[in-house]
């Protein structure tokens, strides 16, 4: 397995997009708890949400 672990200098859409439609897998480090839109709803500002405090809500995968 390829995995690409890279750091907040690849938190772009086009570095996530790439990686994601090639279905490999990827970790982006972060410095801060920056904010981030998440999904693609038409409402914005009730889809904009602070990144770490948004994964932490998330459901845990694996082991």
């Not at 981030?36 to 889809?47: D, T």
Request: glycine letters at 8%.
């Amino acid at each position: 397995m390829l995995i690409d672990v890279c750091n907040r200098g690849a938190f772009n859409s086009e570095f996530i997009e790439y990686n994601a439609n090639s279905g490999r897998t990827f970790v982006i480090s972060s410095s801060n708890n920056q904010n981030g839109l998440v999904g693609h709803e038409e409402n914005i500002q009730a889809h904009c949400k602070q990144l770490y405090d948004y994964a932490r809500r998330l459901p845990r995968l694996g082991t």
